[in-house]
């Protein structure tokens, strides 16, 4: 019989620098050079995955990437 891996089931545990962006943290970063905002929903090793806030600006961007992109711990902030 065989057996799972464990690698599908295993989460992701974050870095040092994931410590400060908890799921649910208000976030921004910079992305094709304007500033956007938006909520850790899962984090990763090295990054995390961000929920966008919708802006005025941000309109075909969020249609683009369906409202979710993957942004390193480096990129983020807590405040801007």
């Known amino acids: 019989m065989a057996q799972f891996n464990s690698r599908f ?3 992701p545990e974050p870095s040092d620098l994931g410590e400060t962006f ?3 943290t208000k976030v921004f970063f910079k992305l094709n050079g304007s500033i956007e905002s938006g909520f850790v929903t899962k984090q990763l090793g090295n990054a995390a995955i961000v929920d ?3 802006s005025d600006s941000n309109g075909k961007l969020l249609t683009h990437v369906n409202g979710h992109v993957v942004v390193s711990y480096q990129e983020l902030h807590t405040h801007y």
């Open 52 to 54: 966008l806030a919708p």
């Open 22 to 24: 908890l799921v649910g």
């Open 9 to 11: 089931t295993h989460e």
